[in-house]
């Protein structure tokens, strides 16, 4: 039996100092994730902090013209907002992509930064698993690998992350807010997140003193040419094999800004911002596409189970960019 203490905050100086007062500590919002993680012996907290009553569930705007949604907001919330919905539409269909309307309903956005990997071997503790137990091994590399890393990944692990939101976050330059005992500090999302190598066991560079208070997005949304496109085993309820999260600036055919993250590929949502670049002021036609998606997935490494998702990567980016385009030539019929 895993025993446990719980406790409520009321504020987020409050919930700090309740982790920091003991290190095998949680907090929990949603606990659409710990919960699993701690039903199946991944996760034993020793003290449940329940961050619900924080103050933490605004979304507003900032004074750089862009949007700050608190990390209590859950998903359904965020997906629905008609802020959201209307200037950031590529959010919000990434979120209804995501999980099931139950999960979404009471999943946080912070939560969501924090899901850990659906490894099958990660959740299984009878297993060895370098993310869970460092230096005992991977058996996912010759195992059961179809929905594993294509991108990023070590000779350590080969996990994804499993988020959608997190791909559109980080195709919208979004940035992290976190308070700790030392104050307050901002992380670009790019930056959040973190590649296996030889620490798979670390998934993020935020402390384990610190709290997620909120994701900032930036003024440009993408509104007007954007797609998520998702490709997974079954229509609902299952996580990315593939996904892709795009935002386009188009002056007539040309392509003056593109920002483009592949999620079920990486550890993070992956993006290759010199390939972005090679997009400016390039026609937006099949050449330039595929010869993006080539740049894209230049070190892609594939192996027994998944060395498919290479492929169907580049022709996930080519749907995007098909489906972004057709939205630009039905506007300019109007
Ligand atoms: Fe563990 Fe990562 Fe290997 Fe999965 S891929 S078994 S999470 S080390």
Same mark, same amino acid.
């Not at 290190?23 to 929990?28: L, Q, T």
């Not at 290479?310 to 960019?321: D, N, Q």
């Given at each position: 039996m895993n025993r446990?203490?719980?406790?409520?905050?009321?504020?987020?100086?409050?919930? /700090?100092?309740?982790?920091?007062? @003991?290190? +095998? =500590? !949680?907090?929990?919002?949603?606990?659409?994730?710990l919960v699993d993680l701690w039903r199946e012996n991944v996760a034993h907290p020793q003290l449940v902090i329940d961050i619900n009553r924080l103050p933490l569930r605004q979304i507003e705007p900032?004074?750089?013209?862009?949007?700050? /949604?608190?990390?209590?907001?859950? @998903?359904? +919330? =965020? !997906?629905y907002d008609a802020t959201i919905s209307a200037r950031y539409p590529l959010l919000s269909k990434a979120i209804l992509a995501g999980a099931s309307p139950q999960i979404r309903n009471v999943a946080s956005v912070g939560g969501n930064l924090l899901q850990r990997t659906r490894c099958l071997y990660f959740y299984d503790a009878g297993t060895r698993c370098n993310k869970?137990?460092?230096?005992?091994?991977?058996?996912?590399?010759?195992?059961?690998?179809?929905?594993?890393?294509?991108?990023?990944?070590?000779?350590?692990?080969?996990a994804v992350h499993p988020s959608d939101m997190c791909v559109a976050l980080a195709a919208l330059d979004a940035t992290v807010h976190l308070s700790g005992p030392d104050g307050s500090r901002v992380l670009p999302f790019a930056d959040?997140?973190?590649?296996?190598?030889?620490?798979?066991?670390?998934?993020?560079?935020?402390?384990?003193?610190?709290?997620?208070?909120?994701?900032?997005?930036?003024?440009?949304?993408?509104?007007?040419?954007?797609?998520?496109?998702?490709?997974?085993?079954?229509?609902?309820?299952?996580?990315?094999?593939?996904?892709?999260?795009?935002?386009?600036?188009?002056?007539?055919?040309i392509i003056v800004n593109a920002h483009c993250a592949l999620g079920g590929v990486a550890h993070k949502p992956w993006r290759n911002t010199d390939a972005e670049a090679s997009l400016r002021g390039k026609p937006l036609n099949a050449d330039t596409v595929r010869n993006f998606a080539t740049d894209m997935?230049?070190?892609?490494?594939?192996?027994?189970?998944?060395?498919?998702?290479?492929?169907?990567?580049?022709?996930?980016?080519?749907?995007?960019?098909a489906m972004a385009a057709q939205r630009s030539l039905e506007e300019h019929a109007r």
């Open positions: 446990f203490s719980y406790t409520r905050a009321s504020e987020v100086p409050q919930a /700090i100092d309740q982790h920091c007062a @003991n290190r +095998a =500590a !949680a907090f929990i919002a949603g606990g659409t994730n900032t004074a750089a013209g862009g949007l700050k /949604i608190g990390a209590l907001v859950t @998903n359904s +919330a =965020a !997906a869970r137990e460092p230096g005992t091994g991977c058996p996912a590399m010759e195992g059961v690998n179809r929905m594993h890393a294509i991108l990023g990944a070590s000779e350590h692990c080969i959040f997140h973190r590649l296996p190598g030889d620490t798979p066991h670390i998934d993020t560079n935020m402390r384990d003193d610190e709290l997620i208070t909120a994701v900032e997005l930036p003024k440009q949304g993408f509104a007007e040419h954007h797609a998520y496109v998702k490709v997974r085993d079954r229509a609902s309820y299952a996580f990315a094999l593939v996904s892709v999260a795009l935002g386009l600036e188009l002056a007539g055919d997935l230049r070190d892609a490494r594939g192996r027994r189970g998944n060395a498919f998702k290479i492929e169907l990567t580049a022709r996930a980016i080519e749907r995007a960019f």
